[in-house]
């Protein structure tokens, strides 16, 4: 089965969300921030150019920064 992520404006809007899931029977997970990271560079990698090659000195050089 397929995932549906939901991000409410605010916390009365998550509340009424989570009841209507709970409502419905529906299992939901709350992601903590690190999580929600985790899948927006994950989304990020997917979409990088992987035409071309970098070393690793640059890399390394950015990261000293």
């Known amino acids: 089965m397929e995932n549906i ?3 409410p404006k605010n ?7 989570t009841d ?4 419905m029977n529906i299992k939901t997970k709350v992601l ?4 929600q ?6 989304e990020m990698m ?3 150019d992987r035409s071309q090659k970098v ?3 640059s890399v ?5 920064k």
């Not at 916390?11 to 969300?17: A, G, M, T, V, Y």
């Not at 903590?32 to 999580?35: D, P």
């Not at 390394?60 to 000293?64: A, T």
């Open 5 to 7: 992520l939901v991000s």
């Open 37 to 42: 990271e985790d899948l927006i560079f994950g």
């Open 11 to 17: 916390k009365k809007e998550f509340q009424l969300i």
């Open 55 to 57: 070393s690793r000195d």
């Open 20 to 23: 209507l899931f709970s409502k």
């Open 46 to 48: 997917k979409e990088a």
């Open 60 to 64: 390394m050089k950015i990261l000293e």
């Open 32 to 35: 903590s921030l690190e999580e």
